[in-house]
């Protein structure tokens, strides 16, 4: 009776170590996936929800998720659309737990949705990083791989010639947001 209590001891000692090691292993592999993940995944798993975001210069956004691509995201935000670059996302409040994969196997990039908002003529804010005049608006006339060249306009004017206070060529990298309204969507 003892030998049988014994090997019984063994075998439940020998279960419990196995079970233990397993769910280590488990552990580590679910630690290992959420290394992987982006923070474009964490926000695609909010689309449709409301966030709000701060960008690196301190402005703050809040609105619907309503598309979320490799290097930029859309926010609708009341009776305006901003898109807003990754690279100057400093935070963001109202993500769940969701995530989600990319969105396409072909890249929406920044330079195609100005390129969007250039061809429909668009009235567009462009908000800038570091500078004293941080907002510049107007319609976008070129979309380079890695500017945009913006017509600028009074506010509340239109397009025509004699309102137009000139052209400023503006880096990507110097984009926070830009501000259209809702009926120029992607």
Same mark, same amino acid.
């Given at each position: 009776m003892r030998w049988e209590?014994?090997?019984?001891?063994?075998?439940?000692?020998?279960?419990?170590?196995?079970?233990?090691?397993?769910?280590?292993r488990v552990?580590?592999?679910?630690?290992?996936?959420?290394?992987r993940q982006t923070l474009g995944e964490a926000?695609?798993?909010?689309?449709?929800? &409301?966030?709000? $975001?701060?960008?690196r210069n301190g402005a703050a956004f809040h609105g619907i !998720?309503?598309? *979320?691509?490799? +290097?930029?995201?859309?926010?609708r935000e009341g009776e305006r659309s901003v898109i807003l670059p990754m690279g100057h996302i400093q935070r963001v409040h109202g993500l769940g737990s969701r995530r989600a994969g990319p969105p396409t196997s072909v890249p929406f990039t920044?330079?195609?949705?100005?390129?969007?908002?250039?061809?429909?003529?668009?009235?567009? &804010?462009?908000? $800038?990083?570091?500078?004293?005049?941080?907002?510049?608006?107007?319609? !976008?006339?070129? *979309?380079?791989? +890695?500017?945009?060249q913006i017509m600028q306009l009074s506010d509340g004017v239109g397009r025509d010639s004699e309102n137009r206070q000139g052209t400023a060529v503006v880096p990507f990298a110097s984009l926070v947001a830009v501000t259209s309204s809702p009926e120029n969507e992607f």
């Open positions: 209590q014994l090997f019984a001891d063994l075998e439940a000692q020998l279960h419990a170590a196995s079970q233990q090691e397993l769910e280590q552990n580590e592999l679910a630690r290992i996936e959420d290394a926000l695609r798993g909010a689309l449709g929800q &409301a966030v709000q $975001l701060v960008m !998720l309503a598309k *979320v691509e490799c +290097d930029w995201l859309l926010l920044l330079a195609a949705a100005l390129r969007i908002l250039a061809r429909n003529r668009a009235m567009v &804010a462009l908000e $800038l990083d570091g500078v004293r005049n941080p907002v510049l608006r107007g319609v !976008l006339d070129q *979309v380079g791989a +890695d500017f945009v």
